[in-house]
């Protein structure tokens, strides 16, 4: 993750932990620690899709907390499952954004340009992020780990240095989940 870490990954992990054995207040204690990391994956979030004007960080990184605790923060096992989880809920508020933005120009109109495996990157245009979100979504119910890689790396902006401690994982590998998981996004957005 950007800049620098001011907290030991293992307590998160162990107030997650603390979470999911019925504490309550454990996930509120997270936050804090994590707040910075998650105010960078967000400038990231909004720089890649181009939504600043909609939204400032501040904002996602709080409805994204909003989200946490009324969905799915009950399932959290650890550090790695927050972020993932936490990436997913930032990049589902940025394309429910889009969507509204996206309803009130076109009238509700549905998306008619394809989007092909080269556009991956480009999440400045509405229509490409909105194919994309779909294609994760698909791959989601086939592979959630292949989704998870998707959203660390395209939507949160993590790099495979990162992704890799995230994950305790080593470069190597996470770079071939990464081709793996390309290649399925690639796949459906061609189909």
């Known amino acids: 993750m950007a800049g620098d870490q001011a907290f030991a990954p293992g307590d ?47 904002v996602l990184v709080h409805e994204a907390y909003e989200k946490l605790m ?23 508020i940025v394309v429910d954004a889009y969507r509204r933005q996206m309803s009130a120009k076109r009238g509700g109109g549905a998306i008619v340009e394809p989007l092909d495996s080269n556009m991956l990157s480009d999440l400045q245009d509405p229509e490409h992020l909105l194919l994309l979100d779909q294609a994760v979504e698909t791959l989601a119910a086939e592979n959630q780990e292949l989704a998870e890689l998707i959203d660390l790396s395209c939507f949160a902006g993590l790099s495979t240095e990162e992704i890799a401690t995230l994950r305790d994982s080593n470069v190597r590998t996470v770079q071939r989940q990464m081709q793996r998981a390309k290649a399925w996004i690639g796949h459906l957005l061609d189909a």
């Open 12 to 58: 998160v992990t162990r107030l997650l932990e603390d979470y999911a054995a019925g504490n309550e207040r454990s996930l509120n204690a997270v936050m804090p620690i994590v707040y910075r990391e998650l105010k960078s994956l967000a400038r990231v979030q909004l720089g890649r899709s181009g939504v600043r004007h909609h939204m400032n960080t501040t």
């Open 70 to 92: 009324v969905g799915e923060s009950q399932g959290i096992e650890n550090r790695r499952h927050f972020f993932a989880i936490a990436s997913r809920a930032m990049r589902q």
